[in-house]
Structures are given as structure tokens and as C-alpha cells.
């Protein structure tokens, strides 16, 4: 039987006067691509910040790989196993592809100074093995022959990509995908969707928020719609696609968005 | 309590100064994001401009008063055309580069005006002529003269009409729309060029302004003179609510006033430990607990939303 | 093609090692540019690690600078036998700390004062960032300057003076050694020692930048919330940074005092922090070499300048002295080299080109997603969605 990867239940978080969340709880077993839908403004990068530390719920609970989970600091989100992109690409421009998936796995090391400066033994194994697997990460999302070039050179998609292979590098429990489709073209979502379908089949469980419907779809085994901060339908894809609240809130006849 | 009174006095006229520059850091840093380093290098270049008039024009036998506004006149027009020049030469290229590349620009310009001061000036203490009458009047045992009575309603009604001019009129619709915005200012027909040059004049002009006050409430210029007041000024408009103007001049006027009394108060406090030559860093000070207890200022930030 | 790299480094070496003996032939007075010069090179390289490694803009950094130079000062000079008598009975012959006891003390303090220094900063960005340091390196300087009552500490503007020189394994650095049949000077004695101290710095440097920790830093540098996510430990790091950035300062310092033999507050002024900030950004930020070659510039240039200094000083009728056109020099280089080219003189080199598939606007512009736009303390944001 599937472990659970990520349990989370009754958040909710206001800003002042708008209640972003209300109540909201997923549930995530090992191996699925669970995906978070609804229009714009429904909470979905609301609940992504809140699951990665970057704002504080108002209440609810979260329990990762079956340990109670906290997500106070950003900076420990990693360490506790949940590795995130960003909707607007956040990748360290100045530094290399194969430099920026090193960062990825700073996480999981643990050299410091002393190590760095007097070059010790430890220190060299660990930096060739950041090194090789780094590489390998980036060979495994397809950019391997850009590892020596600064990461805003590349194009848009194989940007992307890049920020999957970083996050991957921090050898998740949960990796957090936030719109990593936006702005991509037709052939690029192909090889999106084909990347994750892959890093599904090597065993890793894939939270996903997304606007492109079709993709969504071909791709969660689950999903989560929000809409105005509640949970509207949870469920498989074809049971979601189906329920009358949620085509409501997309096609809305008189509901007024914004 | 007439100490009291008299360094209420003192840290009113202060902090007349300092929110007159403060406004012009707050509305700069509102509309590009950037700490105009050298904006306090424009109060000493009105200042020395200002007393240039008025020990050219002193053999004329003018009034007093007039050859104040005269030469008020010839440092906010000098002021004006050489912070037009420098934001077109130096900060407007820079717009897009690298976020250190202004900062370092208004350093250089910073250090280069008042290097260039030094040469057209001589680096001597110059001391600014009494120009209006000095008899002081007494307020409860405190003592204040015409100058700092001048300094305090000056800036009052500039403060006004700044109010005015941003609340009321085009233009300042336009700072206002700039400043919150600028891609969709422009789209909607503000030119962000004009709006950001005239950001830079109003402010050099309140520099001006605030130079020839100092230097007729000080009695002294010299090249040096308009470092500190700056960075001062800079802590108020943080203080206030960087990007405020209301935030400015309170801030201004309330660094003004700590700043006053705390040197009056200092050696008391610290049983002697510590003097007033420790002035200078109590707007440091008020700076540090500031960004560490409330970074948006006591009224609230408005920063330009770069998204 | 490793032969010739190695003949490279060796004559580089050589070059080095003879410059001093070579120079001091015209007089002593080159040697000593040279040798505050490296003094510059040291403080560049520490303060290339807060700003050009973790991208913190540090305008206080000369505060480190003084810490050094008043540690070494207080412990190897008359001025605490002279203004405390119980020490003075402590010490009978005077306060003669060996080398080997301050230095090292003095990077530890000013590693500690760095810390203290930048934890109230930990949360600020950018330009506040860089006016909080600013305040610190006056509140600093002000200190030394009135430190002198109620106790005498530091002497306040008069400073301190007949500070020990510096005695190695017998040799004394401030006295003319005979070597070879040949001088060395006291310039030429510290030639030597502070060129093995920017070796060392160098080599610390390099080793800095291609390890965990470097990598760390940069990534905090590009994007502090991508960084965290990350996880890295951005405020444990960052004060890192300004320790070890501190600690470059603080042996310069102390070198520094011992060379000059006398320290006042005077030299260590804003505007010395503002010129290594200068030397930094204008060299390369975050590129050794580049760091290496604006802090040479900028230090030695204006020096040899005094000799162009003197006709033109005739023509102004005293207007221009060379202390004045050094000022002139470095602020036109400041604007004009961050017009020119805003990434300095020797920044990293660019590798890689943009790669096969068609870069959509968005790649090009992605660098502009500026730390600055964390999002301010929970409470206040707005949601995004």
C-alpha cells in the first residue's frame, strides 16, 4: 500500500480582509502527481507559499512522510524533504546550469569552511559527487550540454527545466511544481509533461499547480479545485471534470471574477 | 524648562531642514528606487550658490530680505539645472543594469560634487552673512530669532504646496501614477522621463531651499557641509515611511526634534559619560531600531511595484 | 601547455619577489605605495566576500579596518601604559604584544565585530542594507574619535602613536636589514610580509568561491528566497560572510597600524569605505582578478598621479593638489566606469551562449527578478493569485 507523503488539513489564512484559505486539505500518496486547480485568485500559490514556509497559515496541520511537519522557516522546507519551483522562475542567473543544481543539493551536504579552505579529504569527495550528480540531473531533464553556461542564456523551456532538476537535486519527499508550464509553447509542454510523467516513474510524488486544463488533466492522478479559498471538488480527474460546482467556478454564468 | 522649550525650538527649525530633503530622497526613491546619494551634495551646492549671490550683490546696498529671496532664487534654479543633469547623465542610463551600477554612480556623483565644491569654493569655512534683522524674541525662556521664525513658516507653506501640487494637479497625478506604477503610467499616457525629471527638480529645489536656511540659521558653508544633513535627512524619510511624503516631514521633523533634544539631554542622561559630540550618530541610531523594529516607517512605505 | 603556465606563475613569482629591491633603486617612497597598495588589495579581496560573493552592499566596512588597526595600536604601543597606571605597573617595560598574539587576535575581533555588525541587518534589503553599514562605520568612527573622556582609550583625534613595528624570528621589520650584500628597508621588510598576506588571501579566496559555502553565498546573492528554498541557511551564512569579510579588514588594519607607527580616526573615514566599495565594484565584483587590479588601481594610480599633480597644481595657483585630483580621479571613475560598463573593469567572463532553442523574452529578463521583492513581513502581503 502507498505511503502518505503529505497530509494536510484545515488551513486557512486571511489578509486582512480577503480570506485567501479557507479549510483546505490534500492528501498525497508516494507516486502520485497530485494536482491543485482554479481560477486566478482561488489561493492555489497562496497554499504553495504556506506549504513552503513563505507565509504563516492562520491554522492547519501538515504531516510529511508520516512526521508532523512545521513549515516555519523557508529554509527548513527543504531539509524536511518538499523542493519547490516558482511561478516566475527563480534560478541564480549569474551562475552556471550545472552551479545552480550544485545549490540544489547544499541541502543534503555538509562541507563548510574549514573543509573549503584547507581543501580536506571529505571536503573533495563530497564536492565530486555534488558535481557528478549534478550533472546527472541535468542529463536527466535533457539540458546536460548547457552545464557550463550561465543560467540566463538559456531559453525559456530549458529554464524550466533546470529549476525542476535544482529542486530535484534536494532529493525530495514532495517536489512543488508552480505553473511550470506558464509561457511555454506547444512541442515544450510535450516535453514537460514527458519529464514529469518520468520523474513520477522513478518513484517521486509531484504536487502540481497548473492552469493548463488539458494538461492537468492527461497528467494528476488526483486534484484538488479551488475557488475563492475552498476546496470545491477534490478527486480524480475525471470525477473533478464532472462536478458541477467546478464547471461553475470556471465557466462561471454568475459568478464575476476580479 | 526653558532648556526644554529652547531645544523644542531648536529641533523644530532641525527638522524644517531635514524634511525638506527628505522629501526629496522619499520622492526619488518612491519613483525609481534609488537612494540619490548625492542629494545632499544639492543642499551645499544651494547653499554655496546662495552665498556667492549674496556677497555679490552685497555691495548694492539691498535689503536684507531681498537679497535672501535673490539669491533663494539663483540656488534653486542652480540646483534644479544640475539635478536635471545628473539624473539624465548618470542614474537614467542606468535604469536596467545591475542594481549596485546606480548605487555606485550616486556615490561617485556624491563625492564628485563635492570635490568640485571644493575647487570652485575653496575648501575654507565661509561664513553667511546676517541678513535679516537678529533681535530675538523670547518664548517662555527660550529664545528664537527671525531666521528660524523664517525657516519654520517657509516650510510650512512649502510643505503646502507640495501637498498641493501632488494631491491636486496634473502633475502630480502623473508622480503619483509613476510612482506607483510606471509600465501602466505610461500606458496610460505619462511620460515616465518628464515625470521622473521633474521628480528630480521639485526635490532640488526643496534641497535648495533647505541649504539657504541652513546656512542663514548656521551662519557657515563649506563643501562639506550638506553630507550629514543628507544621510540625516535620508534616516527621516525611512523613519517616516520611505516613499511617503507625509511620511517625510513627519519623519523629518521628529528626527529633528530627537536629535535636539537628545544632544541637550545626553550628558544627563549618561552622567557625563557621553556628550553632545555624540550627536551625530543618534539619527544612526534612530535609522538602526527603525529597519530592525518597523522597516516600513512610521506612516507606511510606497515603493514603485516593479513586478 | 602546462610547462608554459608554470614559467608563467614562476617569473610572475620572480617578479614579485625582486619588485621591492627594484623599486626602493628610485627611492623608498615607491616601495611604500606599493606597499599600502597591497594593504588596499587585502581589504578589497575581504570585502569582495560581502559584496561581491553574498551581494550584501557593506559602506561601513572600514569599521573592521579600525577595529585591526586600535587592537594593534592599544597592545603594542605607550598609549594604555600612558593613560591607565595600573596597567603601566602591570607592564613595567611597556606594552609590547608580539605579533603572533595580535594579529590573530585582531581577525577574531573584527570577524566578532562583522557578526555584530551585520545581524541587524540580516533582514534588510539593498540600498537600506547598505545605510544601516554606512551608520555603523560612523558610529565607529565617531567612538574612536571621543573615546578619549571620560578614560582615555583611544585618545580620540589625536590617535595613537609609536606603535611597536613588527618583529618576526629575530628580525626586526622596522630596521634596515643586510641581506646578500643588499638593503631592505623597513618599506621592503613589509613588502614581503603583506605580500604574504594577499597570497594568502587569495588562495582563500579562490578556494572560498568554488566550494559549498561559495556557492551558498552567490545564490543568496542572486536570489535569496530562490536560495532558502533551497535551504540554505541564509542568515547563518550571511553573517559568515561579514565575518570572514570582517577578518580580511581587521589584519589590514593591524597591518597597517604597525607600518604607519601612528593611527587616528581620520583614516577611517566613510569616504575609505566608500573607495573599497569603489575598488570592488569598479574591479569586477566577484571576479579575484578584477577585485585585484581595482584596488591597485585605485590605490597606487592617484599616488604616482602627485607627480602630474605639480604643474597642474601651478596652473590652478594651488587649486589642484594632488590629494584633491586623487578625489576628482576616483569619483570620475566611479560614474564613468558604471556608465561605461557597469559590470566593471574585469568582471567574470561570460561563458556560454544562448542556447539552440529561440530565448523567449523572458530568459533574457529573468535576471531582473530582484531580491528586493521578497515579500515584506507575512502580516502585510497582499496574495498574489
Given at each position: 500500500m502507498s505511503e502518505t507523503i503529505l497530509k494536510v488539513s484545515g488551513v486557512s489564512k486571511r489578509f486582512g480582509g480577503l480570506?485567501?484559505?479557507?479549510e483546505v486539505g490534500i492528501t498525497i500518496l508516494k507516486g502520485q502527481v497530485y494536482g491543485l486547480i482554479g481560477p486566478n485568485g482561488a489561493g492555489k500559490t497562496t497554499f504553495f507559499n504556506v506549504l513552503t514556509g513563505l507565509y504563516t497559515p492562520d491554522s492547519g496541520t501538515f504531516e510529511l512522510g508520516g512526521k508532523p511537519y512545521k513549515p516555519?522557516?523557508?529554509?527548513?522546507v527543504a531539509k524536511a524533504g518538499i523542493a519547490r519551483t516558482f511561478q516566475n522562475i527563480r534560478l541564480f542567473?549569474?551562475?552556471t546550469a550545472l552551479e545552480n543544481v550544485m545549490v540544489g543539493r547544499h541541502v543534503r551536504t555538509h562541507s563548510g569552511l574549514i573543509g573549503a579552505v584547507f581543501r580536506t579529504k571529505g571536503f573533495k569527495t563530497e564536492e565530486a559527487a555534488i558535481a557528478a550528480r549534478a550533472q546527472e540531473l541535468l542529463d536527466y531533464v535533457g539540458?546536460?550540454?548547457?552545464?557550463?553556461?550561465?543560467?540566463?542564456?538559456?531559453?525559456y523551456g530549458d529554464q524550466r527545466r533546470l529549476e525542476i532538476a535544482r529542486a530535484l537535486a534536494t532529493d525530495p519527499k514532495l517536489i512543488a511544481l508552480d505553473?511550470?508550464?506558464?509561457?511555454?509553447?506547444a512541442s515544450e509542454k510535450v516535453v514537460l509533461r514527458e519529464l514529469i510523467d518520468q520523474i513520477r516513474k522513478d518513484g517521486r510524488t509531484i504536487l502540481l499547480i497548473e492552469h493548463d486544463v488539458k494538461l492537468v488533466m492527461g497528467l494528476c492522478d488526483r486534484l484538488t479545485v479551488l475557488d475563492y479559498g475552498k476546496q470545491i471538488a477534490e478527486g480524480t480527474a475525471a470525477e473533478v471534470q464532472k462536478n458541477e460546482k467546478v464547471i461553475e467556478a470556471y465557466l462561471g454564468a454568475d459568478h464575476k471574477h476580479h | 524648562m526653558d532648556t526644554f522649550i529652547q531645544q523644542i525650538i531648536n529641533g523644530l527649525v532641525l527638522g524644517s531642514v531635514y524634511a525638506l530633503v527628505a522629501l526629496g530622497y522619499t520622492m526619488v526613491y518612491g519613483i525609481i528606487?534609488?537612494?540619490?546619494?548625492?542629494h545632499g551634495e544639492v543642499l551645499m551646492v544651494g547653499a554655496l550658490t546662495s552665498w556667492t549671490v549674496v556677497i555679490g550683490l552685497g555691495?548694492?546696498?539691498?535689503p536684507g530680505w531681498l537679497l535672501l529671496l535673490i539669491s533663494l532664487i539663483a540656488a534653486i534654479i542652480v540646483c534644479s539645472a544640475l539635478n536635471y543633469s545628473i539624473e539624465k547623465i548618470a542614474y537614467r542610463p542606468l535604469r536596467?543594469?545591475?542594481?549596485l551600477a546606480p548605487l555606485i554612480t550616486a556615490m561617485g556623483m556624491s563625492l564628485l560634487l563635492q570635490t568640485l565644491a571644493m575647487i570652485i569654493w575653496e575648501p575654507t569655512y565661509k561664513s553667511y552673512p546676517i541678513?535679516?534683522?537678529?533681535?530675538p524674541y523670547s518664548i517662555g525662556g527660550a529664545v528664537i530669532n527671525n531666521v528660524q521664525i523664517m525657516i519654520l513658516v517657509v516650510t510650512a507653506i512649502t510643505l503646502t504646496g507640495l501637498m498641493y501640487l501632488v494631491n491636486k494637479t496634473k502633475l502630480g497625478r502623473a508622480m503619483r501614477a509613476t510612482a506607483e506604477n510606471p509600465r501602466v503610467a505610461g500606458l496610460m499616457g505619462v511620460r515616465p522621463d518628464t515625470v521622473i525629471s521633474a521628480t528630480f527638480v521639485i526635490g532640488a529645489a526643496l534641497a535648495a531651499l533647505a541649504g539657504v536656511m541652513y546656512a542663514a540659521n548656521y551662519g557657515s558653508v563649506q563643501h562639506t557641509m550638506g553630507f550629514l544633513p543628507g544621510l540625516k535627512a535620508f534616516t527621516a524619510a525611512v523613519f517616516g515611511g520611505i516613499g511617503n511624503l507625509a511620511g517625510a516631514m513627519v519623519g523629518g521633523v521628529l528626527l529633528g526634534l530627537i536629535e535636539s533634544l537628545g544632544a541637550g539631554y545626553i550628558g544627563a542622561i549618561t552622567g557625563d559619560v557621553?556628550?553632545?559630540?555624540?550627536?551625530?550618530?543618534f539619527a544612526f541610531i534612530v535609522l538602526i531600531l527603525v529597519l530592525t523594529?518597523?522597516?516600513?516607517?512610521l506612516l507606511g512605505e510606497r515603493v514603485a511595484d516593479r513586478a | 601547455m602546462k610547462d608554459n603556465k608554470t614559467l608563467q606563475y614562476l617569473l610572475i613569482g620572480i617578479g614579485l619577489l625582486i619588485l621591492p629591491l627594484i623599486a626602493q633603486q628610485f627611492g623608498n617612497a615607491w616601495v611604500r605605495i606599493i606597499d599600502i597598495a597591497l594593504l588596499y588589495v587585502l581589504l578589497a579581496l575581504g570585502l569582495n566576500i560581502v559584496?561581491?560573493?553574498?551581494?550584501l552592499l557593506d559602506l561601513g566596512y572600514v569599521a573592521f579596518y579600525a577595529v585591526g588597526a586600535y587592537m594593534f595600536g592599544l597592545l603594542a604601543s605607550p598609549q594604555l601604559t600612558d593613560a591607565f597606571p595600573s596597567i603601566a605597573a602591570a607592564f613595567p617595560n611597556g606594552l609590547h604584544t608580539p605579533w603572533w598574539v595580535v594579529i590573530p587576535l585582531g581577525a577574531v575581533l573584527a570577524g566578532l565585530a562583522g557578526m555584530l555588525l551585520g545581524a541587524p541587518t540580516l533582514k534588510l534589503r539593498g540600498d537600506y542594507l547598505a545605510i544601516v553599514t554606512l551608520g555603523f562605520g560612523e558610529i565607529v568612527r565617531v567612538f574612536m574619535n571621543n573615546l578619549?573622556?571620560?578614560?582615555?582609550?583611544?585618545?580620540?583625534?589625536k590617535g595613537i602613536a609609536q606603535i611597536d613595528d613588527i618583529s618576526m624570528f629575530g628580525v626586526h621589520f622596522g630596521k634596515t636589514q643586510h641581506l646578500f650584500g643588499m638593503d631592505f628597508p623597513k618599506v621592503t621588510n613589509y613588502y614581503y610580509l603583506f605580500l604574504i598576506l594577499v597570497l594568502f588571501a587569495i588562495l582563500v579566496c579562490y578556494r572560498l568561491e568554488r566550494s559549498r559555502i561559495g556557492r551558498a553565498w552567490m545564490a543568496i546573492r542572486e536570489d535569496e528566497i530562490a536560495a532558502k528554498a533551497m535551504g540554505i541557511n541564509t542568515r547563518n551564512l550571511k553573517l559568515l560572510a561579514f565575518g570572514m569579510g570582517a577578518t580580511f579588514g581587521g589584519v589590514s588594519g593591524a597591518m597597517f597600524a604597525t607600518f604607519q607607527g601612528f593611527i587616528s580616526p581620520?583614516?577611517?573615514?566613510l569616504q575609505e569605505s566608500v573607495m573599497i566599495v569603489a575598488m570592488v565594484v569598479l574591479g569586477g565584483i566577484g571576479h579575484l582578478p578584477g577585485v585585484i587590479v581595482g584596488a591597485l588601481l585605485l590605490s597606487a594610480l592617484p599616488e604616482v598621479l602627485r607627480y602630474v599633480a605639480g604643474p597642474l597644481q601651478a596652473m590652478t595657483g594651488g587649486r589642484l593638489d594632488a590629494s584633491i585630483l586623487r578625489q576628482l580621479l576616483i569619483a570620475l571613475a566611479m560614474i564613468g566606469i558604471m556608465l561605461s560598463r557597469p559590470r566593471g573593469l574585469w568582471p567574470s567572463p561570460e561563458h556560454g551562449k544562448a542556447a539552440a532553442t529561440s530565448p523567449l523574452p523572458q530568459a533574457t529578463h529573468m535576471?531582473?527578478?530582484?531580491?528586493?521583492?521578497?515579500?515584506?513581513?507575512?502580516?502585510?502581503i497582499a496574495p498574489t493569485e
Open positions: 480570506q485567501a484559505l479557507s516555519t522557516a523557508v529554509h527548513e542567473a549569474e551562475m539540458i546536460g550540454r548547457f552545464s557550463h553556461y550561465k543560467a540566463r542564456t538559456l531559453s505553473e511550470p508550464a506558464a509561457g511555454m509553447n | 528606487n534609488l537612494i540619490n546619494f548625492a555691495k548694492l546696498g539691498l536596467n543594469a545591475p542594481r541678513l535679516l534683522p537678529s533681535e557621553l556628550g553632545s559630540n555624540y550627536q551625530d550618530i523594529l518597523r522597516p516600513q516607517g | 559584496v561581491g560573493y553574498a551581494g578619549d573622556a571620560p578614560v582615555n582609550i583611544t585618545n580620540g583625534p581620520e583614516s577611517f573615514s535576471h531582473l527578478a530582484p531580491a528586493e521583492q521578497i515579500p515584506p513581513p507575512v502580516t502585510h
